[in-house]
């Protein structure tokens, strides 16, 4: 497979109204795509597509909800005319505490949204990439080949997108359609500055990762590398670079790196503070959702040509 020019190309991203979402929506519409912003909330969705210009339409859904999906799928099918390129990047987190202390909804919650969410977002999606011999990209994260300890829900699901983008690359190579895995480390987004600057737990764990591979991304740079991905029809990117040393050494160094933190006075003093750690609704990643029919938010579109 050659490289896929997004000029013309009709491209939809999930969790585009912030972040590396919107990031990346911004740098589609920039190489000539139009494309298709999915948020919690269709207001604010269309909101953000004006924002964007022509060529933008903003959708309401829930990406834990796979009629919801399928409805944003096919309307912007119907208003452009094909699709071409699907990023499924939605994600939430929890509150860190420890796997006994979660409350099983806020697990379950996570997963939901991170695994489910990018399942639904692929299927709803897979017969027009089929059709156009498009491209699916999946946002995992470092945390897929890391310690997620705190974060168990959000660690589970990465690794669980890791593995359902290596299946699905396999699938879809003979029908000539490719599929990206981005892992990203730490980028400046609502959902990192929630775990990482507002919870103590956080900010004493992430002390822990060494330079350089604390470095923050912007969503822009992660937006880029993603891009980078698309257009190269890469199987996987990780952003920031450094830690691809860490994907690639995972089965030599993660025994490692669990039996010496299983170790640490640190840690103990940390899974002692995650066992008592309140837990409250996840971080949110788009603003909260507005009672709204589904049908009528998924349809409720932006700004378009």
Avoid: C
């Amino acid at each position: 497979m050659g490289r896929l020019e997004l000029n013309g190309k009709v491209a939809l991203v999930t969790g585009g109204t912030r972040g590396i979402g919107l990031a990346t929506a911004r740098a589609l519409r920039e190489r000539g795509a139009r494309v298709a912003i999915i948020g919690r909330d269709g207001e604010n969705a269309a909101k953000v597509a004006a924002s964007l210009g022509d060529g933008v339409l903003g959708l309401g859904a829930d990406v834990g909800d796979r009629a919801a999906v399928e409805l944003a799928v096919a309307a912007t099918v119907e208003r452009f005319g094909r699709l071409d390129v699907a990023v499924a990047n939605a994600g939430v987190t929890a509150r860190l505490a420890t796997v006994r202390a979660m409350p099983p909804e806020e697990f379950e919650k996570v997963v939901r949204v991170n695994l489910l969410g990018a399942y639904y977002t692929a299927h709803a999606a897979l017969p027009h990439i089929l059709e156009t011999r498009g491209h699916i990209s999946l946002v995992s994260s470092i945390y897929a080949f890391t310690q997620g300890a705190f974060v168990a829900p959000y660690a589970a699901s990465k690794a669980a997108v890791e593995q359902f983008g290596r299946a699905l690359r396999v699938e879809l190579a003979p029908h000539r359609a490719s599929v990206t895995v981005a892992y990203f480390g730490f980028v400046d987004t609502d959902m990192v500055r929630f775990e990482v600057d507002t919870d103590p737990l956080g900010v004493r764990g992430t002390g822990l990762v060494p330079w350089p591979l604390n470095q923050h991304l912007t969503p822009e740079q992660g937006a880029e590398a993603l891009i980078r991905g698309i257009e190269q029809r890469s199987a996987q990117i990780i952003a920031p670079s450094q830690w691809s040393v860490l994907s690639v050494l995972r089965g030599i160094v993660n025994p490692g790196v669990d039996f010496v933190m299983s170790k640490l006075p640190l840690i103990s003093e940390l899974v002692t503070q995650g066992d008592s750690q309140g837990v409250a609704d996840p971080a949110p990643v788009d603003p909260p959702e507005r009672p709204a029919d589904r049908k009528e938010a998924a349809l409720r579109g932006g700004r378009v040509e």
